[in-house]
Structures are given as C-alpha cells and as structure tokens.
DNA sequence: CTTTGCATTAACCAAATGGTTGAACCAGTT
DNA sequence: AACTGGTTCAACCATTTGGTTAATGCAAAG
C-alpha cells in the first residue's frame, strides 16, 4: 500500500505481520518481501538473515507483551485493585495484537534456551518476585485468602491469555462470530476480575 | 529403538512426536523417517503426502483432547462436583501429553476452516451446549452464583490448558525447574478446583 | 558534469525438501 | 523352484527457499 515509509520499518511491519500468522517455520522471505512492497534482497541488505529478522520481531513482541504486564504490576495500588488494572491493561493489549502471544508461546517452546538467556536481560522484565511477595503479605495480613501465590498468578495470566491463544478453537465450539467473540472479550475484562477477587475474598 | 511394531504405527508415532514438536511447517519428512528407523518413502507408500500424514496425527490428538474434555463434561454428577471431575480429569490427561494443546492450538489458527468443517462430525465433540445450559439452570436454582455460563467454561478451561502452553515462559519468569514445574501442575488439580468453586459458590 | 556512496533490483546459486521410481527383498502359494 | 503380492530402500527428480552478486538508480557532494 504506503511505500513512503521508511524501507526499515516497512520491513518489520510486514515481518511482523507475516511471522505472526506463519510462524518462523512457515513464513517464507519472498512472502514478506511482498508485503513489505520491495525486493526480497532488501530483506538480507537490512537484516543479515531470516533467524536475525525474526529474533528483531519476535523481542519486539515479547518486549510488549512484558512491558505491559510489567506497568500493571508495578502500578502503585492496594493488591485488589491492581489486579482489577492487571487485568483490564493485559486483556486490552491483548486485544490491540491479539496474535501475539500465540506466536511469543509457539516459538518460545521451539527455542526455549533463547528465552532464558535474552529475558532477564529486558528492561522489561517484570517483577514478578515482588508481585508474589504482595501477595503472600495480603495474604498474611487477612485482605484476600491465603493462597499459593503462583498458583494465584497462573490463573490471573491464564484467564486473560487463553481465550486469544484458543480463538479459533472458542468461535468452533461456541460457533460464535468475529463480534460476538469481542463482545466476550470485552465483557471478559470485569467478568475475571470479579471472578478472581470473589475467589480471593477472605 | 524397537523396529519391531507394525511399521504403520511405528510411523504415527514418530510423526506425532515430530509434528508436535516442530509443527507442520518445521517438521521435516526425513525427520519423521528417522525417528521412526524406517526409509523415507515408506512415509508416503502409507501415507500419500505431508499434508494427509499430519492431518492424521493431528486429528487424532484434537481427538482424544475433545475426548478427554467430553467424557469429563458428561459424567452424571452435580455440577459443583462435575466442574472438580472436569479440571482434574483434563489436567491429567494434560500431564501425560503436555505438548498437545499448543500443537493443536497453533495449527488450528493457521487453518480455522480445516477445523469448522472437521469438528462438528466428531463423535467427541463434546455436548457444550448441554454443560452451558447446566450453569444456567444451577444459577437459577441458586446452587452457585449467577454467571455468564460461556464465560465460566472458558475460565475453566483457560486455568487448566494455559499452564501447559505457556510452560517454557512459566520456568523462564519464575526460575522454577522441571521438578517444580510438575509439582505445580499436580498442585494445581487441586487449586484451581478450589478457586473456581470458590469463585461462584452462591 | 562527475563522483561518491547508499539503496534497490533482477538474475543467479547452492542447499534443502517433498515426492517418485525401479529394483531388491521376503513371505506365502502353487 | 518359480510365481505373486505386498513391503522396503537407495538413488533420483523437480521445486522451493534462503541467500548472494553484479549491475543500475539516484541523490547529495565535489
């Protein structure tokens, strides 16, 4: 469409986007060249090779997907509500790149040495010690249940996440449509924060 | 190892093993050969193409997932006692092929039409309709709160699968090892029964 | 106008990969 | 022993694919 873009970033858009929906596997070179509108040479002038491309669009997209979490973790209010802004924050990004973590997930279980090295490394990188911390105090002084606080983040997570990761597989057993399936999603953001916090409850 | 068994399974097998691991698209016939210490035509002398011998293994992996979930779903039981049946059933099941769900997931995005089509012919495609229409019934009677019933089933779902998907981030954000990892999820049949129930006890 | 240096491209290359084939192998049958 | 049918394999083939190169375009500097 728009060649006026820099040539740069007209290549990790459509990196991106094709990496996103093929997997490092399954894109092909020529596939993003013609989305990015230019000549598959460009793709090697610019990034040396297909690995290194991916490895700039795939931290890109791990970079987000961490930093969000990160602000809603970091957010300076009592336990409950932060969780209700978790929540709400993390499920809204999602929305915005709902591809995203699918694909973070799937290339992450192939490379997962990659992971461990390159993820503490990001700025990033939330705090999650603390987090858990918060909550084990809340626990003790009484404002929510005691409760493993892993356990705890695991379910706030897997609530948000899971319904992008599996959409295809919701819309096929609810048989639901593209709107219905965001209507859901929107509604998602107060019904899991209610159901976690109810959950919690002392 | 053993080339004993009939060669027909001994390729499904190695076929499973490779496609979960890789994916379609990464996965590489002469891979497949080798893990299952056969030649490479062999693959297509039993199977004419790439295509048919992954839509074999994937079929029945999505198989024995709606399987597993179905039977759980159907057990004659109370509901609060059937959503325990169901998280612990699925976890389990989970546990012995921790790498399903995401191969499944992954590759169903990647072609939502194959899906649609194939899923509602299933023997196991399990009775939602029926488990979502239960939820209603039991908010009305009062046995648990009041809820979104598809809302409820995807919080269900999500608590129990996402560990298993997301395990590479969970080791490499909490630092926790293979060991641990286990324990959690066994822990986790546990906890996430308790917090659902928990969440929408009346 | 020429030069210089980056940007861009068409054509090309070598390796990988899915798939095929003709011959060999190996039971069981006649 | 010869035949028959399915099974197995080494070698081969055509295409795809990541990557390279040599030539061209082109704007700013001289």
Redesign the pocket.
């Known amino acids: 469409m728009s060649q006026e873009r820099n ?1 740069e970033e007209q290549i990790i858009a459509a990196a991106k986007k094709i990496f996103s929906a093929k997997g490092l596997a399954g ?4 596939d993003i060249a013609d989305e990015a ?10 990034y ?4 290194k ?1 991916f490895e700039m669009v795939f931290n890109e997209a791990l970079d987000r997907l961490l930093q969000r979490l990160s602000n809603a973790i970091n957010t300076n209010l009592p336990l409950t509500e932060k969780i209700r802004e978790i929540v709400r924050s993390y499920i809204e990004g999602l929305m915005e790149n709902p591809h995203v973590p699918l694909f973070v997930l799937n290339e992450l279980q192939q490379q997962p040495e990659l992971l461990i090295k390159q993820f503490r490394s990001k700025p990033s990188f939330p705090n999650i010690q603390q987090f858990l911390m918060e909550i084990a105090v809340a626990g003790e002084k009484g404002l929510i249940k005691k409760v493993s606080p892993i356990q705890l983040m695991l379910n706030i997570l897997s609530m948000c996440v899971f319904p992008f990761v599996a959409k295809p597989l919701v819309k096929g057993v609810t048989g639901i449509d593209e709107v219905q399936f965001k209507l859901l999603v929107e509604e998602r953001k107060q019904f899991v924060a209610d159901f976690i916090l109810t959950a919690i409850q002392p």
Chains 1, 2 share one sequence.
């Open positions: 040539t894109a092909r070179m020529q509108g230019i000549n598959k040479a460009m793709l090697h002038y610019y040396r090779s297909k690995e491309l």
